[in-house]
């Protein structure tokens, strides 16, 4: 998820570059790079930072060209740093990319023993050198392009040059690539905003286009080298509305970018074939007598840890002890040298758990965390880590750091499961089966979000709702609840189910709105007592379930169907209508969604 820009014209590219770059800072990166072709020669200069230490290295150093590739990173293989940013050269070819290279240690070590050397960490690296190999071997540029992409496996979206040509290639699979059609002059971009300001005519190109941009003109190829057209589309876009990809907010935005996130959390990992989930960046110690799990976190990740318990304790049999963070180490938990500490963290910085994956230390547990942000403080000082992939997260409510922490978990789960010998080659690919379904069922709960906006107008005037769920469905209620609270600061409270009679129950009547989350599990019937409770005293219900329950209809306010799935991966579509609902019901009543009141995106405060 970096920023990708692309220029061919008259002009000094420098300055176009680098205004394109600005604006895409708003989508968070860590380091960035420029390349710049004059004459038969290409200059790069890369900076770990912020894109105005790269124009102040780059102008010092009086970089000129009218042709040129530039870069925003954010790191996904190998950490910030000025070695593993963008643009990577090979031979005479320069590359920039956004995207996961699945097969990358596959081809790196191929194209090793063919002499090449490697000078970063990065999965990208392997492009350029790929593509060289096939100049090398007498193809020409764009037909070493085309033979190099079909070995590569994964995401990508593309910007390559070569010293010896003055042209430039667009590549896109599984990455979005814009070409913005401006007269003389050529230029491609990752994001819309990066080019809005040049032109409002754009092409949104499909998967596997090659575009060659040549003399301030472009055609665009199949993979076969094939001429094919696509349409200019007139976008009437501000440059606010363009970094919103169209929508009204980063947080919609990130919702409906759940089925990609969750695919790429999975790129590389998870093998159906050999019923196997491939964690190797993970260095786990010998655990074959793990006695326990811990699981701590802050706010969503927290619920996240408490999604993960049920996951693991009802596949692998293994106690696990989860706990919010900022209570964590001041109980002084009872740690044994068996036991394992996951810590839960989108930004990696929450300085709670930081704190509580020292105090998992000074106990002498192997401490392994979940971050989405590489580089960050709990990643690095973590004694291992499995990156979220999710991209990066810019609405202060989370959703998509969420369901890919809830796709992580289940994967070590697997993973572990294995390793461990307690689940057998047949259980893990059925649920690696359902697992990769998971992407097309959310997608699908988004193509209905119209009928969750409905839902919502009928909830705005209310001041109190209550969330109620059983089993792995009352953390998703939790989580439901603190995204109303946190964005349209109405009180929401979740419950189990089964606990209502305990005392909410005293709250109910026609004021108060139930929403309740009940797939038809083995506690379905359970809860539907629970409803009868609700309705005996006029309260109003919502129903999220997975099949349509005739009984309930005509009774309850609403039902809403979604997709069923197995139960350790219920979370992973009941998140999206929860999240939905919280984001219309905060919409209609014109709260700050992206930044609500008293909330900061990283707390890094205890
Ligand atoms: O970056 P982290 O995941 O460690 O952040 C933890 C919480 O601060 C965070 O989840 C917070 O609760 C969000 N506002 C939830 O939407």
């Not at 710049?36 to 790269?54: T, Y």
């Not at 799990?293 to 927290?302: D, K, N, P, R």
């Not at 379904?437 to 979000?449: F, V, W």
């Not at 109405?490 to 309740?516: C, Q, R, S, T």
Request: proline letters at 3%.
């Amino acid at each position: 998820m970096c920023g990708i820009v692309g220029y061919q014209g008259r002009n000094e590219a420098f300055s176009i570059l680098i205004d394109a770059l600005k604006k895409l800072e708003y989508r968070g990166y860590d380091s960035a790079g420029i390349a710049i072709w004059h004459d038969k020669s290409i200059e790069i200069i890369r900076r770990k930072g912020k894109v105005d230490d790269l124009r102040k290295a780059a102008s010092e150093n009086k970089i000129k060209g009218t042709m040129g590739l530039a870069h925003t990173r954010w790191a996904t293989h190998g950490i910030p740093s000025e070695r593993n940013a963008h643009p990577h050269k090979a031979g005479d070819v320069v590359v920039v990319h956004n995207g996961i290279i699945e097969n990358y240690m596959e081809i790196k070590e191929q194209l090793k023993k063919q002499g090449h050397r490697f000078t970063s960490d990065t999965d990208t690296e392997v492009i350029p050198h790929l593509i060289n190999s096939y100049i090398e071997k007498g193809e020409g540029f764009i037909d070493a392009v085309r033979l190099a992409i079909r070995g590569l496996e994964g995401s990508y979206a593309l910007g390559i040059m070569r010293q010896k040509e003055r042209i430039m290639i667009a590549v896109k699979k599984e990455s979005p690539l814009i070409v913005g059609v401006v007269d003389g002059e050529s230029v491609f971009a990752s994001d819309a905003p990066a080019i809005i300001d040049m032109t409002n005519k754009l092409i949104f190109l499909e998967d596997n286009d090659i575009v060659v941009f040549k003399d301030g003109g472009f055609r665009i190829m199949d993979i076969d080298g094939n001429e094919i057209n696509r349409k200019v589309h007139t976008v009437n876009w501000t440059g606010a509305m363009a970094q919103k990809g169209g929508f009204k907010h980063f947080m919609l935005k990130e919702i409906y970018e759940q089925p990609r996130a969750i695919t790429e959390t999975l790129i590389g990992r998870v093998r159906e074939e050999k019923a196997e989930v491939d964690l190797d960046e993970l260095k786990l110690p010998d655990m074959k007598d793990i006695k326990k799990i811990w699981m701590v976190a802050c706010g969503t990740s927290y619920h996240a840890c408490l999604i993960g318990k049920y996951i693991f304790e009802s596949s692998l049999r293994i106690p696990v002890e989860t706990d919010i963070a900022s209570e964590f180490r001041y109980r002084e938990p009872i740690m044994g040298r068996h036991d394992m500490l996951i810590l839960v963290s989108q930004s990696g910085e929450t300085a709670d758990t930081i704190a509580a994956m020292k105090e998992g230390k000074k106990n002498g547990v192997y401490t392994l965390s979940i971050c989405n942000v590489l580089g960050s403080t709990l990643s690095r000082e973590s004694d291992g880590v499995i990156f979220t992939h999710a991209g990066p997260e810019i609405g202060v409510a989370s959703t998509k750091a969420f369901t890919t922490q809830i796709t992580v978990l289940f994967m070590l789960m697997l993973h572990m499961g294995r390793f461990l010998g307690v689940l057998d080659k047949k259980t893990v690919r059925e649920k690696i089966v359902e697992l990769k379904k998971i992407p097309h069922k959310i997608q699908s709960i988004l193509n209905d979000a119209q009928k969750i906006e409905e839902m919502a107008r009928r909830f705005i005037t209310y001041k109190n709702f209550l969330y109620l769920g059983r089993g792995i469905n009352y953390p998703s209620m939790m989580e439901g609840a603190l995204k109303l609270k946190e964005i349209s600061y109405i009180h929401a409270e979740a419950y189990a189910a089964g606990e209502m009679k305990h005392g909410p129950i005293a709250l109910i009547d026609e004021n108060l709105p139930v929403f309740v989350l009940s797939p038809h599990d083995r506690t379905y019937q359970k809860t539907c007592s629970n409803i009868e409770e609700v309705f005996a005293r006029r309260g109003k219900v919502m129903l999220i379930t997975d099949i349509y329950d005739h009984e309930m209809s005509g009774r309850a306010d609403s039902i809403l169907v979604i997709p069923s799935t197995i139960y350790e991966l219920q979370p992973l579509l009941s998140a999206v209508p929860l999240q939905l609902l919280a984001y219309n019901i905060a919409n209609l009543l014109g709260t700050d969604v992206d930044q609500p009141r008293n909330l900061a995106k990283s707390v890094t405060v205890e």
